[in-house]
T-cell receptor, first 111, second 114 residues
Framework: LAKTTQPISMDSYEGQEVNITCSHN???????ITWYQQFPSQGPRFIIQ???TKVTNEVASLFIPADRKSSTLSLPRVSLSDTAVYYC????????????FGPGTRLSVLP | GAVVSQHPSRVICKSGTSVKIECRSL??????MFWYRQFPKQSLMLMAT?????????EQGVEKDKFLINHASLTLSTLTVTSAHPEDSSFYIC??????????FGQGTRLTVV
């Protein structure tokens, strides 16, 4: 399984764009990159997933460079309710995939 | 997205008793389910992975006789904490996937052993 590295914590202000980068230097050819959000005392919530280039949905964008050794989750115009822990996971699209979580990034959005 | 329901959300039990936690996929068939535990301010720790109809695969250091996992159907997996002790107090979370790359998570169960 590809190991991931993320900043432990980040601070931002309301209305700003937040970019969280995840490093996964030993990502394999079949690996996808998935980001989850977790609020205290809740299960993680799926945010976005990608394989290469750029993916965008209604809540975030995911940028993946050509070498796929890193990825950046972009949250446009964050609000206080975006304060949470964000996890980057890397793994294969098959039934044997174990979703192993790294330490995540604790994002604090300040007023 | 798909819905995974976990029950109970909170449970308090006496030391030495057993507790069962249920995880259900409500609108999809979960071929694989995962069980995690999470201590305060820490990340999720994968305990075991189960595929429907087969024995669970436990992560290193997780006692399979203490944490019994049953994945008897494509929509239900259970985790039973046997002979619970205060050190088993934690937040337990299940997740399920149908085959797509992403997994969907339950809301978690706060177990307190007194």
């Amino acid at each position: 399984l590809a190991k991931t590295t993320q900043p432990i914590s980040m601070d931002s202000y309301e209305g700003q764009e937040v970019n969280i980068t995840c490093s996964h230097n030993n990502i394999a050819t079949n690996d996808y990159i998935t980001w989850y959000q977790q609020f205290p005392s809740q299960g993680p919530r799926f945010i976005i997933q990608g394989y290469k280039t750029k993916v965008t949905n209604e809540v975030a964008s995911l940028f993946i460079p050509a070498d796929r050794k890193s990825s950046t989750l972009s949250l446009p115009r964050v609000s206080l309710s975006d304060t949470a822990v964000y996890y980057c996971l890397v793994g294969e699209d098959n039934y044997g995939q174990n979703f192993v979580f790294g330490p995540g990034t604790r994002l604090s959005v300040l007023p | 997205g798909a819905v995974v329901s976990q029950h109970p959300s909170r449970v308090i039990c006496k030391s030495g008793t057993s507790v069962k936690i249920e995880c259900r996929s409500l609108d999809f068939q979960a071929t694989t389910m995962f069980w995690y535990r999470q201590f305060p301010k820490q990340s999720l720790m994968l305990m075991a992975t189960s595929n429907e109809g087969s024995k669970a695969t436990y992560e290193q250091g997780v006692e399979k006789d203490k944490f019994l996992i049953n994945h008897a159907s494509l929509t239900l997996s259970t985790l039973t904490v046997t002979s619970a002790h205060p050190e088993d107090s934690s937040f337990y979370i299940c997740s399920a996937r149908e085959g797509a790359p992403e997994a969907f998570f339950g809301q978690g169960t706060r177990l307190t052993v007194v």
